[in-house]
């Protein structure tokens, strides 16, 4: 059973900076793709940045380019989005997920996804 743990959120003011991290359980990580997805309140999960088993290549959603950068470490089975000039309209629960080996689904698809981390609140302040 793979877990995936969420870390780095919290209250943030317009321009700042966070770093989330999600570390992962299982001797497996460096064998799939990761992603992170985020939900704001009343509104669906939309994917936010995905990046393949190397790091080699990397994905993003319009709306962040530029500004979010992902990146991760297999060796300490650990994925990271890096989070600068957040806008109030960032605010969300941020989620990583585990892609699964079936790519039927795109890489944006919350569907292509199979293990989810519990989530971490970031919260960016006008």
């Known amino acids: 059973q793979v877990q995936l743990v969420e870390s780095g959120g919290g209250l943030v003011q317009t321009g700042g900076s966070l770093r989330l991290s999600c570390a992962a359980s299982?001797?497996?990580?460096?064998?799939?793709?990761m992603g992170w997805f985020r939900q704001a309140p009343g509104k669906q999960r939309e994917f936010v940045a995905g990046?393949?088993?190397?790091?080699?290549?990397?994905y993003y959603a319009d709306f962040v380019k530029g500004r979010f950068t992902i990146s991760r470490d297999n060796a300490m089975k650990t994925v990271y989005l890096q989070m600068n000039s957040l806008k109030p309209e960032d605010t969300a629960v941020y989620y990583c997920?585990?892609?699964?080996?079936?790519?039927?689904?795109?890489?944006?698809?919350?569907?292509?996804?199979?293990?989810w981390g519990q989530g971490t609140q970031v919260t960016v302040s006008s």
């Open positions: 299982g001797r497996t990580f460096s064998s799939y793709d």
């Open positions: 990046i393949n088993r190397s790091g080699g290549s990397t």
């Open positions: 997920a585990r892609r699964s080996g079936d790519y039927s689904f795109r890489y944006y698809d919350f569907k292509s996804y199979d293990f």
